[in-house]
């Protein structure tokens, strides 16, 4: 026992704290979606392929030999997606954060989404936040105009060329109208969701926005952000939730020190 800490050095804590970090992350970002079920897939071949090396199956050994030796491109084709997420979130900075969006902001767009709502008007607002959008802005029409509910209003109307698509939002401003945008490859999401919601939770899973949508079908107001849909039906829940992202807690300046902390 006492070999083992003499040869314990202060960098293998860290590298195991590192590596443990590094796990957690990696679990975090696949959780919940069908990633797991691959995961699990490769897990369950990788041990296929030893038993098949203990009991001397030859033919079987072969076949999941030349599977695993291209396992390195198999993981970029199937996680690819995955990928893209983590490299994103690795790339955000924590210092810093978008306090450009005030409370007139929140409240042009709590009194746009319950007045379509109530007219079963269907929306998709996008609120850009660090990772910035400009993919799916240039797949839209470019307004750059103040955020107003009345601008709001005239473009989801179904009259309007636009209303089809999501509208962008950044530092108070509509930036585009009419945004393609990705749809969610989960399985687990509720049948009774369409194009509009799945296209919320795609975008949510991707990038660190937050989509507010509108059901015209039920008229139900839903928050989505990180891939998760939290329906709120009433104007102070919307408003809370809203303000806790963009205002209060998670909307405030952070240090350095409170980082560290928080993390």
């Not at 990633?35 to 203990?54: D, K």
């Not at 959008?133 to 709001?152: M, P, Y």
């Not at 636009?162 to 108070?172: M, Q």
Request: aromatic fraction near 10%; charged fraction near 20%.
């Amino acid at each position: 026992m006492m070999d083992f800490f003499n040869y314990f050095r202060w960098q293998d804590i860290v590298d195991i704290l590192v590596v443990a970090f590094v796990i957690h992350q990696l679990i975090s970002i696949i959780k919940g979606t069908r990633s797991v079920q691959m995961v699990l897939g490769m897990v369950i071949m990788t041990i296929v392929y030893f038993l098949a090396r203990i009991l001397d199956l030859s033919t079987l050994m072969w076949i999941m030999q030349t599977f695993l030796s291209s396992i390195l491109l198999i993981v970029i084709i199937v996680f690819q997606q995955d990928i893209r997420r983590a490299l994103t979130q690795v790339g955000k900075t924590p210092f810093q954060r978008n306090m450009d969006f005030a409370d007139k902001d929140l409240d042009e767009i709590i009194r746009t989404v319950f007045y379509l709502a109530k007219r079963r008007i269907g929306a998709l607002i996008v609120i850009e936040r660090e990772t910035g959008l400009g993919d799916f802005v240039d797949s839209g029409f470019e307004l750059d105009a103040r955020l107003t509910k009345e601008l709001l209003i005239s473009i989801f109307m179904p009259v309007s060329p636009l209303h089809d698509g999501g509208v962008i939002v950044s530092n108070g401003r509509i930036r585009t109208a009419g945004c393609i945008l990705p749809l969610s490859q989960n399985p687990y999401i509720n049948k009774r969701y369409g194009t509009r919601h799945r296209a919320a939770i795609g975008l949510s899973e991707e990038t660190d926005a937050v989509v507010v949508v509108v059901s015209e079908e039920t008229q139900e107001i839903s928050v989505v952000r990180n891939g998760v849909m939290t329906t709120l039906n009433d104007e102070i829940s919307l408003s809370n939730s809203l303000r806790a992202i963009f205002i209060d807690k998670e909307g405030a300046p952070q240090t350095w020190k409170s980082w560290i902390f928080k993390r």
